[in-house]
């Protein structure tokens, strides 16, 4: 008798422990993964920010070219006008697929890359935190 339950009582504890420990490495591949995602995808916003503004200077640039040259106006425009089109349907391409489906795509990637390079760590042991 007594030496069943005690035996009951192991099992449920290793359970429990085996429970715990999947659950701090959920933890932590999904704390990890959050980190490095907003990182990089901080990192690739501001550099699609940098590119617009940079996109934007441009067309002032070619605008105030227009305004100087004065010669052959329709094209001039036209020229300006295509310029802003192009370039702002690029930005609204990868605003949107970065926004969509990029987004949860890298998230995926993040979160193998994370998967693999934290085996090593132990959340239990503050020694290797």
Do not use: P
Not at 11 to 36: F, G, Y
Not at 66 to 73: A, T
Request: proline share 0%; net charge negative.
């Amino acid at each position: 008798g007594a030496e069943e339950e005690t035996t009951d009582d192991d099992d449920d504890n290793d359970e429990v422990a085996s429970q715990k420990q999947a659950l701090w490495h959920t933890i932590k591949i999904r704390n990890l993964t959050r980190i490095v995602a907003t990182v990089y995808s901080h990192t690739l916003l501001t550099m699609v920010m940098t590119v617009q503004v940079f996109l934007l200077g441009g067309t002032l640039y070619r605008q105030e070219e227009c305004r100087n040259i004065k010669r052959n106006g329709n094209v001039a425009s036209s020229l300006v006008e295509t310029y802003q089109e192009s370039h702002g349907a690029l930005l609204k391409e990868t605003y949107q697929g970065f926004l969509t489906s990029g987004m949860a795509t890298m998230l995926r990637m993040v979160e193998r890359a994370v998967t693999i390079s934290s085996q090593h760590l132990d959340v239990t042991d503050t020694t290797t935190m």
